[in-house]
């Protein structure tokens, strides 16, 4: 059989970590909103008068890329900790369907 896992240090681990959470959600939406405010500011500073030339050069831009780079690291960081979170769930419903074959054998076994 497998470890068995305390469903109290589940819960513990969500409430723990479940403000780390929300952070990383809260800084991957507002670097995704960002990213248009971004997208404008470069193509204003843009030399070019043609808006679809002004949005080649803010796409190419470095700043943008950084950003695009920032949003990577803000998702990977995000489903990270949502997946722990996801694990930590299901342990509980791991010992609770445990708990519940031991009650079905005890009345069997009577």
Not at 44 to 59: K, N
Not at 76 to 83: G, Y
Not at 94 to 109: M, S, V
Request: net charge neutral.
């Amino acid at each position: 059989m497998s470890k068995q896992h305390d469903p109290n240090d589940a819960v513990d681990y969500i409430i723990k970590h479940a403000a780390q959470f929300a952070d990383a959600k809260a800084q991957r939406v507002y670097l995704e909103e960002f990213r248009k405010s971004k997208k404008a500011m470069l193509m204003r500073d843009s030399l070019e008068t043609a808006l679809g030339a002004q949005e080649r050069e803010a796409y190419a831009h470095f700043e943008y890329l950084e950003l695009l780079l920032g949003i990577k690291e803000a998702v990977r960081i995000e489903e990270k900790l949502r997946w722990d979170l996801i694990a930590a769930q299901a342990r509980i419903e791991i010992y609770r369907t445990q708990q519940a074959n031991l009650r079905a054998e005890g009345k069997a076994t009577i």
